[in-house]
């Protein structure tokens, strides 16, 4: 039996939604958490936001080719929702620390400490966006439990 996935135009829309609501959600908490301009980091975060919609977009299209080869079908569960953000966050940090520290002119561990607050927020951010996003626009004959 074929896994039914998504297409190339609601990949594409899941991800726009994830870096508009991301980056609107994303600046303001970063100006007050850390204190660095709007403009400043209003950049960093496009920047970001670009690499992170082309990660969003080949990560989401792996994990579920690996879903349907290994579990025959692309519905997460609970754990297997937790197992998707850590990795796209994890992939996403690996990428993006010396980006911080050379736009922020600080040191690594300062951007580590930095990105670290960032992936918290996507972690908790994608795990929500995406749950959400699978009940809004579900595909035919999943549950929306």
């Given at each position: 039996?074929?896994?039914?996935?998504?297409?190339?135009?609601?990949?594409?829309?899941?991800?726009?939604?994830?870096?508009?609501?991301?980056?609107?959600?994303?600046?303001?908490?970063?100006?007050?958490?850390?204190?660095?301009?709007?403009?400043?980091?209003?950049?960093?975060?496009?920047?970001?936001?670009?690499?992170?919609?082309?990660?969003?977009?080949?990560?989401?299209?792996?994990?579920d080719?690996?879903?349907?080869?290994w579990?025959?079908?692309?519905?997460?569960?609970?754990?297997?929702?937790?197992?998707?953000?850590?990795?796209?966050?994890?992939?996403?940090?690996?990428?993006?620390?010396?980006?911080?520290a050379?736009?922020?002119?600080?040191?690594?561990?300062?951007?580590?400490?930095?990105?670290?607050?960032f992936?918290?927020?996507y972690l908790?951010?994608?795990?929500?966006?995406?749950?959400?996003?699978?009940?809004?626009?579900?595909?035919?004959?999943?549950?929306?439990a």
């Amino acid at each position: 039996m074929k896994v039914q996935m998504r297409n190339r135009a609601d990949r594409i829309r899941q991800t726009i939604g994830f870096e508009v609501i991301g980056f609107l959600l994303f600046v303001p908490l970063a100006h007050w958490a850390f204190g660095f301009s709007v403009q400043q980091l209003g950049v960093l975060a496009v920047t970001m936001s670009v690499i992170a919609a082309l990660w969003n977009y080949l990560y989401n299209l792996g994990f579920d080719h690996l879903l349907a080869r290994w579990k025959n079908r692309v519905q997460k569960n609970t754990l297997e929702r937790v197992v998707h953000a850590f990795g796209f966050e994890g992939g996403l940090l690996f990428v993006s620390l010396p980006l911080v520290a050379w736009w922020l002119n600080i040191g690594l561990w300062e951007a580590f400490i930095m990105d670290l607050g960032f992936a918290t927020f996507y972690l908790v951010y994608a795990f929500v966006y995406n749950w959400v996003y699978d009940r809004v626009f579900p595909l035919p004959g999943w549950k929306t439990a």
